[in-house]
């Protein structure tokens, strides 16, 4: 299993440039480019953007500046006819109020820290317990409801955002740095960079819910689902790992070959009942994405109907599959829709939860001098 945390040495002379094949525009759609606009404003006045990236085949993606949050995520069914496939709100203020973390970038670490507590250094480090007895994607207020920096250029969108040492509890200073690319091949790229002037624990993650047969279009229990993942790591009743691996064979979260989400959920148990587990990755198989170096097959996901399909690679040892098991219907999302229970799905690659208490986990720890690095790619298509 691959320690993504890489000295600065190492990385010199890393750049950001993916290869991606030119495609002609297609006829009456958007113009492939990236445009910016105005996303409302925060309480405080801060004006929020909003930047849209499109491609040669007409799939849009909306990024905006609050905590980095994909907004929209447009790719076509198998008969060509666009539609979102992710949940959210139509405007900012449904951002501003409490919400499961929709298209956000979660951090400084993200998923469950164990009773908010941890130690490095010989130094106990104390966080806010936001999800029961522990603490969750960050703290109260995490990356997620951050305003972050937008850079764009011709190919992408870097969103930049200085976390101060103290910040949420968590040691040292942080400069983070998440790049956006959508490419040609209907790739959505994302690349985290991030360094240190101390040690520090760092596992940064999208939380994007997706339904791919179209938001607001009902629960994802058809789609089916290949996890490709032999291990996970079991939890506790508040969902912290008990430190140990345990094979997926013979459980209802066996997904190393392609089953539907719901054929076995009711037998997953937990408090809502469904999905919400760490799956170990396996060792990288053959690199099968042409434009991002180091990525591994993680997940491939299909929609009968509408044929859409999604597969994921990533550098990341571990990914939480998460069946929405929390909406309850009390969220009004984007043109009205209703968000009750599994629908949508996230898939959010990471290092392994409150592993900075799992000595016996991949490390999370960045020092000075090194260079956080972490790669994910969603790539959608259409079943033949």
Request: charged fraction near 20%; proline fraction near 6%; include cysteine.
């Amino acid at each position: 299993m691959t320690n993504r945390i890489l000295t600065a040495a190492a990385l010199a002379g890393f750049g950001l440039t993916l290869a991606a094949a030119a495609a002609p525009q297609a006829k009456g759609r958007a113009m492939k480019g990236i445009t910016k606009s105005d996303f409302g404003q925060t309480a405080d006045g801060t004006k929020i953007e909003l930047y849209t990236l499109t491609n040669a085949n007409g799939m849009v993606v909306k990024i905006m500046t609050y905590g980095g949050i994909i907004t929209e995520l447009h790719v076509p069914d198998k008969d060509g006819k666009m539609a979102d496939v992710v949940l959210g709100f139509d405007d900012l203020k449904g951002y501003l109020g409490t919400h499961p973390y929709f298209g956000a970038i979660t951090g400084r670490v993200a998923n469950r820290v164990a009773k908010g507590k941890f130690t490095l250094d010989g130094k106990e480090y104390k966080l806010a317990t936001n999800n029961g007895p522990n603490a969750l994607h960050g703290g109260e207020k995490g990356f997620d409801k951050r305003v972050w920096k937008a850079n764009p250029t011709d190919s992408d969108v870097l969103m930049a955002y200085r976390s101060p040492d103290g910040e949420e509890g968590y040691p040292a200073t942080l400069d983070v740095q998440v790049v956006y690319r959508l490419t040609d091949a209907n790739e959505l790229q994302i690349v985290y960079r991030a360094q240190s002037d101390k040690a520090t624990p760092i596992n940064v993650t999208n939380h994007s819910y997706f339904n791919l047969a179209g938001q607001g279009s009902g629960d994802i229990l058809g789609h089916v689902i290949m996890i490709n993942a032999d291990q996970y790591t079991p939890v506790d009743d508040t969902l912290i790992p008990t430190g140990k691996l345990a094979p997926v064979k013979g459980t209802p979260l066996d997904f190393t070959t392609p089953t539907a989400i719901g054929a076995r959920i009711k037998q997953v148990g937990g408090n809502p009942v469904g999905y919400d587990h760490n799956f170990v990755l396996r060792s990288p198989p053959p690199i099968r994405s042409a434009n991002v170096v180091g990525t591994s097959f993680a997940a491939r996901v299909t929609e009968p109907k509408s044929g859409r399909v999604l597969e994921v690679e990533t550098t990341e040892p571990g990914m939480q599959f998460y069946t929405g098991n929390f909406l309850d219907g009390t969220v009004k999302g984007k043109g009205g829709a209703v968000y009750n229970q599994y629908n949508g799905f996230c898939l959010e690659t990471q290092h392994f939860p409150d592993s900075v208490n799992h000595p016996n986990f991949p490390n999370t720890i960045l020092n000075p001098g090194e260079t956080y690095r972490s790669t994910t790619v969603y790539r959608f298509s259409t079943a033949k």
